[in-house]
T-cell receptor, first 111, second 117 residues
Framework: QSVLTQPPSVSGAPGQRVTISCTGS?????????VHWYQQLPGTAPKLLISDNSNRPSGVPDRFSGSKSGTSASLAITGLQAEDEADYYC???????????FGTGTKVTVL | EVQLVESGGGLVQPGGSLRLSCAASGFTFSSYWMHWVRQAPGKGLVWVSR????????TYADSVNGRFTISRDNAENTLYLQLNSLRAGDSAVYYC??????????WSQGTLVTVSS
């Protein structure tokens, strides 16, 4: 049901940089819809991490950054920390579906 | 502090009904779009429904359209989701969310709905 595609998993050692891609289509990201990112720690509700492609809400460390280009978006985590182990989801709006869509989700593992 | 506290989840038989409630506090409830998003066990996030600030406009995902009804009581600062004709595939944690622009700004803790005989 997800129309935004993410890699199932990414991993990195503490201190490293990892990126998560989010691939959409001409009816969502490519149509100009903004991309937002959420972090879901184990056993908890998702939390807004990045809004409007690249904006960090208050309290989100600047180790997290987002970008968007064409029909895709990316989330980067620099200086990876053990506490960053979580599931990450991208989200946008799809004009064809007239509804909000999420990515397939990516599990980040800190080695 | 924004708080969204849900209630009403539980076990229900296929074909049955359930009503979820979400009590909001810490913000002017009547000024915000509200949403429901669900997550089946071990699966990803799926948007379910939204309602505008005064309750006059609602939208649903195709998978629940005609079976679920979103509503709100701005005098009581409460959001509702009526779930009818429930199926096994509706089993999930349901989150109540305050929306802003096109994103989901604040999330509730979630309430589990299990559809099983």
């Amino acid at each position: 049901q997800s129309v935004l595609t993410q890699p199932p998993s990414v991993s990195g050692a503490p201190g490293q940089r990892v990126t998560i891609s989010c691939t959409g289509s001409s009816s969502n990201i490519g149509a100009g819809s903004d991309v937002h990112w959420y972090q879901q720690l184990p056993g908890t509700a998702p939390k807004l991490l990045i809004s409007d492609n690249s904006n960090r809400p208050s309290g989100v460390p600047d180790r997290f950054s987002g970008s968007k280009s064409g029909t895709s978006a990316s989330l980067a985590i620099t200086g990876l920390q053990a506490e960053d182990e979580a599931d990450y989801y991208c989200q946008s709006y799809d004009n064809s579906l007239s509804g909000y869509v999420f990515g397939t989700g990516t599990k980040v593992t800190v080695l | 502090e924004v708080q969204l506290v849900e209630s009403g989840g539980g076990l229900v038989q296929p074909g049955g009904s359930l009503r979820l409630s979400c009590a909001a506090s810490g913000f002017t409830f009547s000024s915000y779009w509200m949403h429901w998003v669900r997550q089946a066990p071990g699966k990803g996030l799926v948007w379910v429904s939204r309602i505008n600030p005064d309750g006059s406009s609602t939208t649903y995902a195709d998978s629940v359209n005609g079976r679920f009804t979103i509503s709100r009581d701005n005098a009581e600062n409460t959001l509702y989701l009526q779930l009818n004709s429930l199926r096994a595939g509706d089993s999930a944690v349901y989150y109540c969310i305050r929306g802003y622009s096109s994103y989901f700004e604040y999330w509730s803790q979630g309430t589990l709905v299990t559809v099983s005989s």
